[in-house]
């Protein structure tokens, strides 16, 4: 499936200043011949020697770049590390990308990331003195519900900057949807294929990294290249799950499914994690299709009233639980399973009676079991409600030193006795995922790097820094070392991995850290693209490249 991407409109979201209509009309002229209005400078403010600061000067870009204010492109989710970027292209064609990537390439020390949401942990989308690329300025969704002559199955060509609840709104509207998400969908589709993108389904149909028929990229040597499995493969899996270490994702064509109308959404409460985890793996196991659930996640609870990580936390509405209903041997941390399956209302009936037979195994407390109906929209989009909630009490723009783990089956009970129930506490400030993923649904082509046995989990330690109460960030940050210290020993590897050192990285990538050094050099030999991760030193890279 190679064929170029249909025609996408780019949509610009840039405002247009006084300036820039000035020059746009004294450069029209030159337009219709083949070039470009430059870049608008504020030379004053440029960081960067005054041979770049010309040389940069000089593009001719249909967006533009600005040195005046960088503080955004400085600012990530994680609130952790600021890493304050020269300057921040706004692009409104492809072309601006391959010539800015192509600029840097002449340089010797200028780098280069693309920012979609932002939505890194450790700076890993910024660039210290480099550029950083806003990609939510270069837009565009074109669904094709029938596909085409080249790719006969249903798709969607995303840009890489737009969002996820933008994809899903989209692809709706045609009764489809992407197989695999993440569970949050404001982020950008470039920014989740750089790591892998998981959620609940991921069991079933893979990461979104395994749902991808092709890609459009800009490499480290300003090439824009169309990459499939079948066209350029290495280019493509190497960009798949590979930290933005090898091109710029500017299109993806994500494969669609027949979207349900509405879907039962299912939690149920465990006090003994091996009936949890017994549970967990044999719902992602069957292969009945018949008896699968669309989604599998579980998550750790604190025992306590907790409306945000506590058992009140778990139903649908908090007034249907209270303390009288919590078994009296539960321990400090409890445990909660959360199904989805998803149907048509013509088929309500028959959905109700096939969920209580799939239910009918499980080994849940019979009393703590809560279940819902809504639309698809209203699940796939259920952590939106969170995000409103706590922004209203001004709890989301907070620290997050979230800490996000592969960890093995066979590690697993072991994490659960070392770190659950002796490093979690009351005071904990947000929640816990934890379920089991099928590595076969994983192509080991891309980069992405998982544990080497058939099942692992995820487990994310998904913390937050308030500002008046619990833990203050360095703490919470000493409580992650003590974790990774932990999983030193049990074979975990980190997802949005975060290292200091390139020993590390080789350990994190073990057998496959040549191969990814040899794509390196192959893709981006200078080392321009996204130098947040910490993997490559520029200069290091240069040398060993001529």
């Not at 445990?335 to 013509?346: N, Q, R, T, V």
Request: hydrophobic content about 40%; glycine content about 6%; charged content about 20%.
């Amino acid at each position: 499936i190679t064929s170029s991407p249909p025609h996408i409109s780019f949509r610009k979201k840039s405002s247009c200043t006084l300036l820039l209509m000035f020059l746009v009309a004294r450069w029209a002229g030159r337009q219709t011949s083949g070039d470009s209005p430059p870049a608008i400078f504020n030379l004053d403010t440029c960081r960067l020697s005054s041979t770049q600061c010309s040389t940069l000067s000089s593009l001719h870009l249909r967006g533009h770049l600005s040195f005046h204010n960088t503080t955004e492109a400085a600012r990530d989710w994680g609130r952790i590390k600021r890493l304050a970027p020269a300057g921040v292209l706004y692009p409104e064609s492809v072309d601006d990308i391959v010539s800015l990537v192509r600029t840097a390439g002449l340089s010797r020390n200028l780098t280069v990331a693309a920012k979609g949401r932002g939505h890194s942990i450790n700076g890993q989308a910024q660039a210290l003195d480099g550029i950083v690329i806003e990609m939510s300025t270069l837009g565009g969704i074109k669904v094709m519900p029938q596909g085409d002559a080249d790719c006969p199955v249903p798709y969607v060509d995303a840009a890489g900057g737009e969002l996820w609840i933008d994809v899903l709104k989209a692809t709706l509207k045609e009764g489809l949807a992407p197989r695999s998400w993440t569970d949050y969908l404001y982020l950008s589709v470039g920014g989740t294929l750089s790591n892998a993108g998981i959620s609940g389904q991921t069991f079933r149909y893979g990461p979104e990294i395994s749902n991808v028929l092709q890609l459009e990229v800009v490499t480290g040597k300003g090439e824009l290249v169309i990459c499939s499995p079948s066209k350029q493969p290495e280019l493509f899996f190497a960009v798949l799950g590979g930290l933005g270490q090898f091109g710029i994702i500017i299109t993806a064509r994500i494969i669609l499914e027949r979207a349900p109308q509405q879907v039962r959404w299912i939690r149920a409460i465990y006090t003994d994690f091996q009936s949890f985890r017994r549970d967990q793996e044999m719902l992602i196991s069957q292969t009945d299709m018949t008896k699968v659930f669309d989604y599998v996640e579980g998550f750790v609870i604190i025992n306590s009233d907790n409306p945000y990580n506590g058992w009140k936390s778990v139903p649908f509405s908090p007034e249907h639980i209270n303390n009288s209903m919590i078994p009296k041997d539960a321990g400090s941390v409890m445990y909660y399973i959360e199904l989805m399956k998803g149907f048509d209302f013509i088929n309500i009936h028959v959905t109700e009676q096939k969920v209580e037979k799939m239910l009918a195994p499980l080994n849940y407390i019979r009393s703590l079991r809560f279940t819902t109906d809504v639309s698809y929209f209203q699940f796939l989009n259920r952590i939106h409600d969170v995000e409103l909630s706590l922004s209203s009490q001004g709890l989301w723009d907070v620290p997050h030193p979230w800490l996000n783990l592969f960890i093995p089956r066979s590690s697993i009970s072991v994490f659960d006795s070392q770190v659950f129930k002796q490093l979690i506490s009351r005071d904990f400030s947000g929640p816990i995922l934890i379920y089991p993923i099928n590595q076969d649904k994983w192509d080991k082509h891309a980069s992405a790097v998982i544990p080497e046995e058939r099942v692992f989990y995820l487990v994310a330690l998904l913390r937050n820094a308030l500002p008046s109460s619990g833990p203050g960030l360095k703490s919470q940050m000493d409580d992650n070392s003590k974790i990774l210290r932990i999983c030193h020993d049990l074979n975990c590897k980190q997802y949005f991995p975060t290292y200091n050192t390139p020993k590390q990285w080789e350990q994190h990538f073990g057998s496959r850290w040549q191969n990814f050094i040899r794509l390196k050099k192959m893709f981006d030999p200078r080392a321009i693209l996204s130098p947040g991760q910490n993997i490559f030193c520029r200069n290091q890279i240069l040398a060993t490249s001529r």
